[in-house]
């Protein structure tokens, strides 16, 4: 039996398949298997598939904040958007989301029941489990700022951990160091709110990213953290890189911390590249060190 035969009993599996068509770049090589595990159990399998087979394999989020390689990847990624995307409101204000929750559809979901603590979150077009990942924020706020704990597959064992355990800092967490864990599920405390005001502060912030941020063209969000000196769009802008192209790659005109795919052509060289004069520029004339905040998957 091949080894796509055997994943398949689990999950739907897409061969050879272009990461450019997986993530907000749109831009990546082909990997071996693409994989939508049907559930937690049908998970647990494919990973000891996996493991049986000497694959490699990451697990992908909603591809908004990665940027993967040009080459192709002999290996697997696993996607949990389509079916662990489960979600529970406890009568307490209670979040439970599984990993593959959007976390705008959350924000929203929040604001229904007159919940507040995602507002902020009304824009991040990731997922819960990405989200957990990387410790998203945005105003100042961030989904650890509102987690009790996290389900978490390690060592084939299913485990909540606490959120004091989790190493959790600005756009840090524990999982970072450890890849071979898998986020489940995430749970959250929220406050009731008045649901008026909460529509109210996230529509004003749709329209303030709109305004502000590139999304007519591909691009993975802010590049660089926030240096504690100064914004990292102003220091770019100030380093005189607005509108600054290698290959296909380009800062933002409209917002100097995205890089965008501008002709569609880009690669992950170019953007590589571009990060690179970025933060040599920065050390050489600021002694600032910047830090991406873009995961990038080199294979």
């Known amino acids: 039996m091949s080894i796509k035969d055997r994943l398949m009993t689990y999950a739907e599996v897409l061969e050879h398949e ?3 068509k997986h993530t907000t770049f749109k831009i990546g090589g082909c990997v ?18 996996l493991a049986q087979e000497n694959i490699p394999y990451y697990v992908l989020g909603r591809g908004s904040n ?13 996607n949990l958007d389509r079916t662990l995307n489960d979600f529970y409101f ?11 929750c959007s976390i705008i559809n959350m924000a929203v ?39 009790i704990d996290v389900c978490v597959l390690k060592d084939n064992t299913i485990c909540w951990m606490k959120k004091d355990e989790l190493d959790y ?11 071979d864990w898998t986020i489940l599920v995430g749970r959250f405390q929220l406050e009731k709110g008045n649901q008026n005001d909460i529509r109210d502060l996230m529509n004003s912030r749709r329209e303030r990213r709109m305004s502000a ?22 220091l770019i802008e100030e380093l005189g890189l607005r509108g600054h192209k290698i290959g296909g790659a380009m800062v933002s005109e409209k917002h100097c911390n995205f890089i965008v795919n501008d002709d569609l052509n880009a690669t992950a060289q170019d953007v590589r590249d571009l990060i690179h004069e970025i933060k040599t520029r920065a050390k050489k004339e600021y002694n600032i060190d910047m830090v991406t905040e873009v995961e990038q998957l080199y294979w």
């Open 18 to 20: 272009p990461m450019k």
């Open 32 to 49: 071996d298997y693409y994989i939508y595990p049907k559930n937690c159990t049908a998970l647990m399998c494919v990973l000891e598939i």
């Open 66 to 78: 990665v940027l993967c390689s040009d080459t192709d990847f002999h290996g697997a990624i696993i």
């Open 90 to 100: 406890e009568p307490d204000g209670v979040l439970v989301a599984q990993a593959g």
């Open 109 to 147: 979901e929040a604001m229904k029941r007159s919940l507040t603590g995602l507002e902020w979150a009304s824009g991040i077009p990731g997922s819960i489990g990405g989200g957990l990942y990387m410790n998203a924020g945005a105003y100042k706020d961030n989904l650890a700022n509102h987690l």
């Open 169 to 179: 800092a600005y756009r840090h967490s524990i999982f970072q160091s450890h890849k």
């Open 213 to 234: 941020q590139p999304l007519d063209k591909p691009c993975a969000g802010s590049v660089f953290r926030n240096p504690e000196e100064i914004p990292a769009w102003k």
